[in-house]
């Protein structure tokens, strides 16, 4: 295991989820992660598309949350790309936005199967049961714990492993 990478594992010695979480805003990006610890994933930083691809092909992943403007590579290029992939073809993804309904690219993105997207900040508490109503039945052996706004606030944690 790489130096420095959070694990924690599910519950009843399942393997926690490894979640990707491409996000370009340090800030967004740790309290993504976080809430998907709290909730008993691991959780794998990447700071563009190009780092998360680069993640999920070498080191494998069971979901990816996604911002969808980043630098370089940004999020509907980074899906369009997975769904290209055989091995990344089915990956459950999560685009977490702050763009509008309105926005082109998010019509592009509907049309792609296993990708949900949440609005920031609201849908912040539904990416993990967003994640695990996409992920196959090996993986959905994991729970999700309920976690509130006050937990997130009293709770420090080190920044993610940045892959």
């Given amino acids: ?5 959070m694990v924690h594992r599910g519950q009843r010695g399942v393997p926690a989820p490894r979640i990707v979480v491409a996000e370009d805003t340090r800030y967004m ?5 976080l809430v ?12 563009d598309g190009e780092a998360a691809l680069q993640v999920i092909l070498s080191e494998g992943a069971d979901g990816l949350v996604s911002d969808l403007e980043m630098p370089g590579l940004g999020g509907l290029r980074l899906c369009r790309v997975l769904r290209a992939l055989r ?15 309105d ?13 949900r ?19 196959p039945t090996a993986v959905t052996g994991h729970k999700v714990r309920t976690i ?7 709770t420090s944690s080190a920044p993610l492993d940045r892959g």
């Fill in 1 to 5: 295991m790489p130096a420095g990478e």
């Fill in 29 to 33: 990006q740790d309290l993504i992660g």
């Fill in 36 to 47: 998907l610890r709290l909730q008993g994933f691991e959780a794998v930083g990447a700071a």
């Fill in 87 to 101: 091995a990344s073809a089915a990956l459950p993804i999560v685009v977490f936005t702050g763009v509008g309904d």
């Fill in 103 to 115: 926005d082109a690219r998010l019509g592009a993105l509907r049309e792609m199967d296993a990708v």
């Fill in 117 to 135: 997207i949440l609005h920031k900040p609201q849908g912040l508490h539904d990416i993990a049961p967003a994640l695990l109503a996409m992920m």
């Fill in 148 to 154: 509130s706004p006050l937990q997130i606030a009293r």
